[in-house]
């Protein structure tokens, strides 16, 4: 590793992942590339790389082990230390205890905790502390200077190059590919598809893709080098690094087809069509690619061959419920309002009347008496219907107001004029 | 089809699904058998055929289609009409727009409003009639006499036979498959890999596995024939027709090796484990094999491999998310409680304490002072919190109630004493 040390910030090259490639191929599962089955929906020809099936649900084993490999006797006694969101955390500790290298794994403390309780029954020290991946980085820092571990980021040009092998399996799978797309964290798995893509195939655009709540590459790039960017909570929260990797940045520059920013609410529409059309778990920044198609940014590749890399698929259970309820929110098939009622049988009966012509089910409905400012002969119910589709909710929402005129909804994607790539 | 009609109740024979295997070729999606990731926490060696991965997420088109092409002339000109909860609906909707054949479905009422709504995007006419599938198909043999449509219920041989294949296709992908376990409607999907099993290995064990909620092939093997049993809602709900099918009874008769009969609380956490360990999204009937192995009923395949059928993924996201997180209620990793505060700042801050220090996540805290029996100065609070695991949950619980020993906890399955087959 000594050239790599000495050539920072390092630039990926084909011959790393090659070998990388062989490093760990025993370790790893080779996952499937299908068509999308929600491809029939829209203009375009989109595969899915899912490395959400990998043993511990993302890419991130491929850059673990080809590091834990890689570093080999610089680590055997002490072990690696690794700060992560997550799926890295995972990662190192099943493939530590499968190449008997003791793994300290540094979570921030919102980490969901069915993560935290994964990485220790998978035999890794867990640590929680502080709010960001920038926290745990630092505690790491400082710890590994008395505990002599070796800290591994996503940064890592082993690791990158581990990532790398995603891209190779792409083309190798499915070399009528015509453009790869592809979720940025801090950029290492976009240098690693990038570098193998376009030596295995010089006319394959790629693509990456991020999330508008945490935009550093696209910040860097039009910086000029990584630069902090704020972030704010996303559902795609494996990618909220403040700051693209200096070594992902130094190989992606200049080499990049283009960046694409996608808004947060096409990562909840991705994330449930993954679950709804193509029956697969992925995580908010796993679908990431797919959002971005969903939202349009890629015109031009209607009618071609776009694979997108679902990264990872470690949600917490708990959070995907509310995110398909949300979700479900967002696209208008679960709608909130609130109604004013006469105090009188007959305003209930309207109500249930317009609810059952609709087709709509009723999911809640919670009255308030002493918190109203109109008058006192009116009780407000907080009404939530399920809906067939967008069409019956606008129906359904028109309806409503024509009886009752002061009905107030929660607002959702409908309302606003989004274009969205499907037909 | 002479032959079949005239022998009644028919039973199926691997030459049928041998042909099947050629006829539907071109137009299913040879699934993927996948070693479950599970596994590695469990004592058996599962295995998942996954046809939850079909286009329209169940196993259901093996056997439509091959109906549907098998009937040819036939069914040209009016059509067919099939009666189902749900996946032969889709089934029929997709392969019959793709043949060219008018396909109308007719559902229940309580099916979800995305079911009825992908069936008609598909190109199917929908009818939505009765509380339950006997009420369907008891409307499509009425509506057919006029119609001059064809009836296909999942008892037809074609379709068993069509099914069949999921057999072939296993021994095929595994020859060291030991058993197979295979969830049951109405005993088509269990005929079908009987047969095929039974004949490509000998030693292979084949279990058939329904849910307590609607046991009717245990009855009907109690019996000696089909009958009807009374039904529950479940979140099985493909599973829950009333009676065995006649012709899938006297094929399974005598060559089955064992029925199981799962609980509904297996289910869904079985449900539960396919998104957490695999990132498959299975709907209730579709885990109901993996559910069986979860519950401990095959204690003899310890150490042996079993392919479990995931029959089918087509699960309405609303329910999804309701199930998760009743799944994590009965897990015990959502926990409700009520407790009485003191109406003083010290019983809210003590509560907060013991959730904070067990680290628990809170979840939802309403407080009630009006319709409370206990003293005036009492208010109840209605908790939900989080838990990271069973022994964190315990432990929580205790520690509650030595503070507040009037707690009063909803009941879960770690309080009943169910043995699981996970260690």
């Given amino acids: 590793m000594e050239e790599l040390q000495n050539n920072y910030p390092h630039v990926l090259t084909f011959n790393e992942i090659k070998k990388a490639a062989e490093t760990i191929e025993d370790g790893i599962i080779h996952t499937p590339l299908c068509e999308a089955k929600m491809t029939k929906f829209m203009d375009y020809n989109v595969y899915l790389k899912c490395e959400n099936l990998q043993y511990t649900g993302s890419c991130a084993e491929r850059g673990i082990r080809n590091a834990l490999i890689g570093y080999g006797n610089d680590i055997a006694g002490h072990g690696v230390i690794v700060p992560s969101h997550g799926n890295m955390a995972l990662a190192a500790a099943y493939h530590g205890v499968s190449l008997g290298i003791p793994v300290t794994v540094v979570l921030?403390?919102?980490?969901?905790?069915?993560?935290?309780?994964?990485?220790?029954?998978?035999g890794a020290d867990v640590v929680l502390v502080g709010d960001t991946l920038q926290d745990s980085t630092f505690y790491a820092k400082k710890v590994l200077r008395d505990s002599h571990q070796l800290l591994i980021t996503s940064d890592d040009p082993y690791v990158m190059a581990g990532l790398g092998t995603v891209g190779v399996e792409i083309i190798t799978q499915l070399p009528e590919t015509d453009a790869v797309i592809v979720p940025v964290a801090s950029g290492a798995l976009l240098a690693g598809v990038l570098i193998a893509c376009k030596k295995l195939k010089c006319s394959c655009l790629v693509y990456g893709a991020e999330c508008s709540k945490a935009p550093k590459m696209m910040k860097a790039l039009q910086s000029g080098g990584p630069v902090n960017v704020a972030t704010f909570p996303s559902l795609a929260d494996g990618l909220s690094a403040a700051v693209a990797g200096p070594n992902a940045f130094a190989t992606i520059k200049?080499?990049?087809?283009?960046m694409l920013v996608v808004d947060e609410m096409y990562i909840s529409r991705a994330l449930i069509s993954m679950l709804e059309c193509e029956r697969l778990v992925a995580d908010g920044a796993g679908v990431c690619a797919i959002a971005a198609v969903m939202q349009?940014?890629?015109?031009?590749?209607?009618?071609?061959?776009?694979?997108?890399?679902?990264s990872g698929g470690n949600i917490d259970s708990g959070r995907l419920a509310r995110t398909i309820q949300r979700g479900l929110g967002a696209n208008g098939r679960l709608m909130r309002f609130a109604v004013a009622?006469?105090?009188?049988?007959?305003?209930?009966?309207?109500?249930?009347?317009?609810?059952?012509e609709e087709s709509t089910v009723l999911k809640s409905l919670v009255t308030e008496q002493m918190w109203v400012h109109s008058d006192v002969a009116t009780t407000w119910a907080n009404v939530v219907v399920e809906t067939v589709n967008d069409e019956n909710a606008v129906k359904f929402k028109d309806r409503l107001r024509d009886i009752f005129p002061s009905a107030r909804f929660a607002i959702t994607d409908i309302d606003e004029k989004h274009k969205v790539g499907v037909r």
Same sequence: chains 1, 2.
């Fill in 254 to 258: 200049g080499r990049l087809d283009r």
């Fill in 108 to 122: 921030p403390e919102n980490t969901p905790p069915s993560h935290a309780q994964r990485c220790s029954e998978l």
């Fill in 341 to 356: 009622l006469p105090d009188n049988r007959s305003g209930l009966e309207q109500l249930a009347k317009i609810i059952a």
């Fill in 296 to 310: 349009g940014l890629v015109p031009e590749l209607r009618g071609k061959r776009a694979v997108c890399v679902v």
